[in-house]
């Protein structure tokens, strides 16, 4: 990616022209300061002298190239955390899809061949619980006809 961005400086991002034009805003205070001034305070660098940009252009030339690549910088950055994220997900897919898939295949199907069929066997545990509850709805079934033995009887009776 980093070779690519070295062979040329081209962006179709809408953003990079709105970035620039936002940072070209600024071209006329910073040329006043530079013109009076000499030099220009900047947070973590300090005093930076800019006498030797007087004259002919330079310090216009000067602002017009930092910004040119302040705002192309931001698009590049961008485009380089996309590619980054994107190249992630397609190795780590490619990986899965080819390495680990026989893996997953070789520990199912195990050297016997029964480690799938000792995945699907039932637990102790929910044997026990499928067990009280097949007893639980016959003895319902049983509970029901009785009830509507008796409620036959009732209805009998009453004729």
Same mark, same amino acid.
């Given at each position: 990616?980093?070779? !690519? ?6 962006? =179709? /991002? *809408? ?21 009076? =001034? $000499?030099?220009?305070? &900047?947070? $973590? ?5 800019? %006498?030797?940009?007087? $004259? ?14 302040t ?8 485009? !380089?955390?996309? /590619? !980054? ?11 899965v899809?080819?390495? !680990?898939?026989?893996?997953?295949? /070789?520990?199912? +199907? $195990? *050297?016997?061949? /029964? ?11 929910? %044997? ?8 639980s &709805? ?16 009732? +209805?009998?009776?009453?004729?």
């Amino acid at each position: 990616m980093v070779e !690519m961005e070295k062979l040329t400086d081209y962006t =179709c /991002n *809408p953003e990079y022209m709105a970035s620039y034009n936002k940072l070209v805003s600024r071209q006329d205070d910073f040329i006043k300061t530079v013109t009076i =001034c $000499g030099y220009i305070q &900047i947070d $973590g660098f300090g005093s930076i002298n800019l %006498a030797h940009l007087r $004259g002919k252009g330079g310090v216009v030339d000067a602002f017009d190239v930092k910004m040119r690549m302040t705002a192309y910088w931001d698009i590049v950055l961008r485009r !380089m955390v996309d /590619n !980054m994220a994107l190249h992630l997900t397609f190795s780590i897919q490619n990986l899965v899809k080819k390495e !680990m898939q026989t893996d997953i295949v /070789n520990e199912l +199907v $195990g *050297p016997q061949g /029964n480690s799938l069929e000792r995945m699907l066997e039932e637990s102790p545990s929910v %044997a026990e619980k499928r067990k009280k509850l097949e007893k639980s &709805i016959k003895l319902l079934k049983e509970s029901k006809n009785v009830v509507a033995n008796i409620m036959d009887r009732v +209805v009998d009776n009453f004729d």
